[in-house]
């Protein structure tokens, strides 16, 4: 005979969510992909429109992938088999970031300027610890208890 398995409702909502959660992620990294490929394109020459606005990932690194900040982008593969498609594919992703080059000259002026004030910071700071161990004075004492005699009555 034939056995229906049958779902209820909050286990239909949670794989739903799951699904709909690695659907907008897939999108994402789309729109990831193609921003950086128009940003290669743009590099060569070309006029091109660079959509950032496709995304809500995108439109929040407009401004990193614009060349307006020192970006870093880290890649993770697998040593696994199962993996190798995969990993491949970010690795390639990983290539093809690293051949943007951006300017960055307002963000190295804001990196210079937030160096010099967080310099500053750690120099006040050394200082307040400084006077904040000359005032602490710690004593060593041997302290001894004394023994009294109890009077019987």
Not at 137 to 151: A, D, I, M
Request: aromatic fraction near 6%; glycine fraction near 6%.
């Amino acid at each position: 005979g034939e056995e229906e398995s049958k779902m209820d409702w909050n286990e239909y909502y949670f794989k739903r969510e799951r699904l709909q959660e690695a659907i907008n992620i897939n999108k994402g990294l789309l729109a990831l992909k193609t921003c950086i490929r128009k940003l290669h394109q743009r590099q060569a020459g070309e006029r091109v429109h660079i959509p950032y606005q496709d995304n809500k990932l995108t439109h929040l690194l407009s401004g990193v992938l614009g060349g307006k900040a020192r970006t870093s982008i880290v890649v993770c593969g697998s040593p696994s088999a199962m993996d190798a498609v995969e990993t491949l594919n970010t690795l390639r992703f990983g290539e093809a970031c690293r051949a943007i080059v951006t300017t960055g000259s307002k963000a190295d002026a804001s990196a210079r300027a937030v160096a010099v004030l967080v310099a500053d910071l750690d120099k006040q700071i050394a200082a307040a610890e400084a006077a904040y161990k000359a005032s602490e004075k710690w004593v060593r004492e041997k302290v001894t208890k004394k023994r009294e005699k109890f009077e019987e009555r």
